[in-house]
């Protein structure tokens, strides 16, 4: 039997129309991929996240606090916790040009007014714990005597120089105070003003400033470095910070986000409060 004969043509315009359908069907399921990963992204995103950790950015003032907590804590959420220190209002800073977190712990003002930015959500609002000041010196340094208004107003005027952090949640008390005992005028060039974590600390530490006052834990976290803890102002100047917590408005970790809140602000987290100089809200 003769074979069968195929014009040349006629095969050329079949393995056309092949080349033709495969690169249709190639384009077909390019497209259905793209569909899926664009449907999926958030959630692939979401897992990503939680497989980092909670991200929470705390007050130096909340420090000592959340690190000794910290293993019971991430046991409790079921997650590693990624923790950034610094002052509640320079953490603020960040937030609003675009760091991401989950949870903010900062002074309870600051935090109310990025809940009114929207940058966290109002009904995850807990407040944790106020926190009164302090003044620390270096250790093995004559104390000074803090006890009463009259004797702080004295040791401030004797003072050759006090440090504090301007951007720190005891600034404005601590200009109050000098103002309300009328010394704003002798006492206010003597500031040495240090902003950063533990910058006012370090530098009584070092003799470089006679005495810093700050929030009582941030004072005694630095007694390794030589810092030492005279006490709490008197009543009658002392002010108290109240802090607060709250879960981002675009955290993709809501669920750890509220456990680590509920966490910290259980009556069993009480004792490690009162530990570092904390009282419970």
Do not use: C, W
């Not at 949870?103 to 714990?129: P, Y």
């Not at 401030?156 to 010394?183: Q, T, W, Y």
């Not at 810093?212 to 100047?237: H, S």
Request: charged share 20%; no cysteine; glycine share 8%.
């Amino acid at each position: 039997m003769q074979p069968m004969y195929t014009h040349p043509i006629a095969t050329a315009n079949q393995e056309a129309i092949v080349r033709l359908q495969t690169i249709r069907l190639a384009f077909l399921i390019t497209a259905m991929l793209f569909a899926a990963l664009a449907f999926h992204f958030p959630f692939v995103q979401r897992g990503a996240a939680q497989d980092a950790g909670l991200r929470v950015f705390t007050s130096d003032g909340y420090k000592t606090v959340l690190e000794a907590l910290l293993p019971q804590a991430e046991k409790a959420i079921g997650q590693k916790i990624i923790s950034t220190f610094n002052a509640s209002k320079d953490l603020a800073k960040e937030i609003r040009a675009g760091s991401t977190f989950d949870v903010a712990i900062f002074s309870s003002d600051v935090l109310d007014d990025l809940i009114r930015e929207g940058k966290i959500t109002a009904d995850t609002r807990k407040d944790i714990a106020r926190i009164g000041i302090g003044v620390g010196i270096r250790a093995g340094t004559p104390k000074p005597n803090i006890a009463t208004v009259e004797a702080m107003k004295d040791t401030l005027l004797k003072a050759p120089s006090i440090a504090f952090n301007p951007n720190g949640a005891s600034a404005a008390p601590i200009h109050e105070m000098v103002s309300r005992l009328g010394i704003a005028d002798k006492v206010t060039p003597k500031f040495v003003l240090q902003t950063g974590p533990g910058g006012p600390q370090m530098e009584v530490a070092a003799g470089r400033a006679g005495m810093v006052i700050t929030l009582i834990p941030e004072i005694k976290d630095y007694a390794n470095i030589g810092l030492e803890l005279v006490g709490p102002l008197p009543a009658g100047l002392q002010s108290y910070i109240a802090f607060s917590s709250g879960v981002a408005a675009s955290s993709h970790n809501i669920a750890a986000a509220k456990a680590l809140i509920k966490f910290i602000t259980a009556p069993a987290a009480f004792p490690t409060l009162k530990e570092k100089g904390l009282e419970p809200a």
